[in-house]
């Protein structure tokens, strides 16, 4: 079945450094990728979507800038969070939908990485 | 934008016991997904409805659709220890599959051996 390969699974980071979250489609080509935030006991809320190519779309309330989407290649989606603070601390999932992933309809997820900003 | 309510949040029960959740919406759904979220998991997908009034059957498992593509429910029979975790239910924003995948606020299961 489809994977969605995502790490680092877990980073504790200084308040303002950045960190970067990979997700790579191991055996399928993803051209486009959801990336959610998780807080603790709540639902995925969606971030943004990346695409392969052309600039990420950002949900309502999404700080651009604060969290840095690139869809370098088809195999390749990162999430940056820059100037990471404590409120930032979550769990960040990325997913392919089930176009790009094959045998079936449902979406591919990550891992999930769990930040802490200390 | 498109949301989909999902009811009760929490839910304890004896192993054995019944288990339902339900999700709601206000317009109507193209189609309806289903996943589970094992504590520190991520989400893995059951299963997905796309017709009216349709229900499938995984096991213990039971999903259905609603007539008007308005709500949907899962419930499990005979609960077991391994069905712990949080039940999402999804839909795409967009029409078909592979549109953003909106989710509803799940429900925890809790079961008791």
């Known amino acids: 079945g489809a994977v969605v390969s995502q790490h680092p699974s877990w980073v504790i980071c200084k308040s303002g450094t950045s960190v970067k979250i990979e997700c790579r489609s191991l055996?399928?080509?993803?051209?486009?990728m959801f990336w959610y935030r998780q807080f603790p006991k709540q639902s995925l809320m969606l971030m943004a979507t990346s695409n392969e190519g052309s600039k990420a779309t950002y949900e309502q309330g999404v700080e651009k800038d604060k969290f840095l989407i690139n869809h370098a290649s088809l195999t390749l989606s990162t999430l940056t969070v820059t100037s990471a603070h404590p409120e930032d601390s979550s769990f960040y999932i990325c997913s392919a939908p089930p176009k790009a992933a094959p045998g079936g309809y449902g979406y591919t997820f990550g891992s999930g990485t769990r930040l802490t900003v200390v | 934008g498109q949301q989909v309510m999902q009811i009760p949040q929490y839910q304890h029960v004896q192993e054995g016991e019944d288990f339902t959740t339900y999700c709601n919406s206000s317009?109507?759904?193209?189609?309806i997904q289903w996943y589970k979220q094992r504590p520190g998991g991520h989400p893995v997908f059951l299963i997905q409805?796309?017709?009216?009034?349709e229900v499938k059957k995984q096991k213990r498992l039971t999903f259905q659709f609603g007539e008007a593509k308005k709500n949907s429910s899962l419930h499990i029979t005979a609960t077991q220890t391994t069905d712990v975790g949080t039940y999402f239910c999804?839909?795409?924003?967009?029409?078909?599959?592979?549109?953003?995948?909106?989710f509803g606020q799940g429900t925890t299961l809790q079961v008791k051996p």
């Open positions: 317009t109507t759904l193209s189609n």
């Open positions: 999804a839909a795409t924003r967009s029409s078909g599959n592979t549109g953003k995948l909106i």
């Open positions: 055996d399928f080509q993803a051209t486009t």
């Open positions: 409805l796309v017709k009216s009034g």
